[in-house]
């Protein structure tokens, strides 16, 4: 079992930033891949950014690229979401996920089926 416990939620104005921090185990973010979805009231979850395990790159759906930034921190075995020029629509309950084994494709990780471990999520809101 691989423990996840998102924090950073909150409400916030339509430009304002705000950081998501997933805390795991001791190694996880190194051995896991880790990926941020959200779910926005009445509607699927979807995919939002991912993080590799042993290269550490990253990946994102299209509507949130050149404004989130998914990063890791080993000594904190943490995983963060860094949210800039939040947009209404970015309003959601955000989750962090774990994938035991290894995605490489997009259409792989992209998928919350493929992941094993899921944190209990935190609210974003974002006001206009």
């Known amino acids: 079992q691989v423990p996840l416990v998102e924090s950073g939620g909150g409400l916030v104005q339509a430009g304002d930033s705000l950081r998501l921090s997933c805390a795991t185990s001791?190694?996880?973010?190194?051995?896991?891949?880790i990926a941020w979805f959200r779910q926005a009231l009445g509607q699927e979850r979807e995919f939002v950014a991912f993080i590799r395990p042993t290269t550490g790159t990253t990946d994102y759906t299209d509507s949130v690229k050149g404004r989130f930034t998914i990063s890791r921190d080993h000594a904190k075995s943490t995983v963060y979401l860094q949210m800039n020029s939040l947009k209404f629509e970015d309003t959601a309950v955000y989750y962090c996920?774990?994938?035991?084994?290894?995605?490489?494709?997009?259409?792989?990780?992209?998928?919350?089926?493929?992941?094993?471990?899921w944190g209990q999520g935190t609210q974003v809101t974002v006001s206009k």
């Open positions: 996920a774990a994938d035991r084994n290894y995605c490489a494709s997009y259409g792989c990780f992209s998928a919350e089926y493929n992941y094993d471990y």
């Open positions: 001791q190694g996880a973010a190194g051995s896991y891949g």
